[in-house]
């Protein structure tokens, strides 16, 4: 039986998009699990009353979970403990650049931005400090925490998933250079909480939107060095608008509450996903 979950994270009220998400994720668990978390490790970007609007608007659809939700914000101390198998590894190295350093180091290698999150590939500065430099930067302040990708894929060999649309994929972490794990200002990053997370939740498969694709490629990698179970895959394409766009949070028209307001039903917001899907 599948174990599926919807885990948007409360920056803004959901939209249409996130409503397509979270019914297409509870339709691929059939007779199965479907779960919802809360994804809000950013404490600035993320407000309770967001988290709030998620269980009332997903309610109002006329979905329904297991309780207790798992909210991220309250197992910081699992991310830790994953943070800590790796770093044991030697596979962690604390990263002192500016952001506005990444980006001259980037551009002078004659790097243009990554074409996904328009962010530079780290071009490894740190990784080559020596045991005393990183001593000293340590005792100034706190660092980011990078992975090390090429020493990680040199000890796992080559990785693969299963993605339901596209097939058999071939994981290259390597596209997005060493990815920050743990930042200063926020104990976990997006990548490791969420493969800690499906990985103690038991989902078997993980639904997301296409714009996620790629992230993919770095769970996998984070999956092999934590032990994990590596779940199923089903990337879907992303709800679009009469305009041909897809949703995002400035549309402040699709949210599930401004379409409530509008008197529209749960039945003719299911209905508009469907027919624009
Ligand atoms: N929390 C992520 C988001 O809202 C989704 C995470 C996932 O489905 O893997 O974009």
Same mark, same amino acid.
């Given at each position: 039986?599948?174990?599926?979950?919807?885990?948007?994270?409360?920056?803004?009220?959901?939209?249409?998009?996130?409503?397509?998400?979270?019914?297409?994720?509870?339709?691929?668990?059939?007779?199965?699990?479907?779960?919802?978390?809360?994804?809000?490790?950013?404490?600035?970007?993320?407000?309770?009353?967001?988290?709030?609007?998620?269980?009332?608007? +997903? !309610?109002?659809? #006329? *979905?329904?979970? /297991?309780?207790?939700?798992?909210?991220?914000?309250?197992?910081? =101390?699992?991310? @830790? &403990?994953?943070?800590?198998? +790796? !770093?044991?590894? #030697? *596979?962690?190295? /604390?990263?002192?650049?500016?952001?506005?350093?990444?980006?001259? =180091?980037?551009? @002078? &290698?004659?790097?243009?931005?990554?074409?996904?999150?328009?962010?530079?590939?780290?071009?490894?500065?740190?990784?080559?400090?020596?045991?005393?430099?990183?001593?000293?930067?340590?005792?100034?302040?706190?660092?980011?925490?990078?992975?090390?990708?090429?020493?990680?894929?040199?000890?796992?060999?080559?990785?693969?998933?299963?993605?339901?649309?596209?097939?058999?994929?071939?994981?290259?972490?390597?596209?997005?250079?060493?990815?920050?794990?743990?930042?200063?200002?926020?104990?976990?990053?997006?990548?490791?909480?969420?493969?800690?997370?499906?990985?103690?939740?038991?989902?078997?498969?993980?639904?997301?939107?296409?714009?996620?694709?790629?992230?993919?490629?770095?769970?996998?990698?984070?999956?092999?060095?934590?032990?994990?179970?590596?779940?199923?895959?089903?990337?879907?394409?992303?709800?679009?608008?009469?305009?041909?766009?897809?949703?995002?949070?400035?549309?402040?028209?699709?949210?599930?509450?401004?379409?409530?307001?509008?008197?529209?039903?749960?039945?003719?917001?299911?209905?508009?996903?469907?027919?624009?899907?």
């Amino acid at each position: 039986m599948p174990v599926t979950r919807f885990a948007p994270s409360p920056t803004g009220y959901l939209h249409l998009g996130h409503a397509w998400s979270a019914l297409f994720a509870r339709e691929a668990a059939g007779d199965g699990t479907f779960l919802l978390r809360i994804e809000d490790i950013d404490p600035v970007r993320c407000k309770p009353e967001f988290t709030q609007s998620i269980f009332e608007d +997903l !309610r109002w659809l #006329g *979905l329904d979970w /297991p309780e207790p939700v798992r909210i991220q914000s309250q197992h910081m =101390n699992d991310y @830790g &403990a994953a943070l800590d198998k +790796l !770093r044991k590894r #030697g *596979l962690l190295y /604390p990263c002192f650049c500016t952001r506005r350093e990444i980006e001259q =180091n980037a551009q @002078g &290698a004659g790097q243009a931005p990554h074409a996904d999150d328009a962010a530079f590939i780290y071009p490894g500065t740190c990784r080559s400090l020596s045991a005393q430099e990183r001593a000293a930067k340590l005792a100034q302040g706190a660092a980011n925490w990078r992975l090390d990708i090429a020493a990680a894929q040199k000890i796992i060999g080559p990785l693969f998933w299963h993605d339901a649309v596209r097939g058999k994929i071939e994981a290259r972490p390597q596209m997005f250079g060493d990815v920050v794990l743990a930042r200063k200002d926020v104990a976990a990053s997006y990548h490791l909480s969420v493969t800690v997370d499906d990985h103690l939740q038991g989902i078997t498969l993980v639904t997301r939107g296409e714009d996620l694709f790629d992230s993919t490629h770095v769970h996998r990698l984070l999956q092999a060095l934590l032990g994990y179970e590596t779940p199923a895959y089903h990337h879907h394409p992303l709800l679009k608008g009469a305009d041909g766009r897809r949703f995002a949070k400035r549309d402040q028209s699709v949210t599930l509450r401004a379409l409530r307001a509008q008197g529209f039903t749960p039945e003719e917001v299911r209905e508009q996903i469907y027919l624009n899907r």
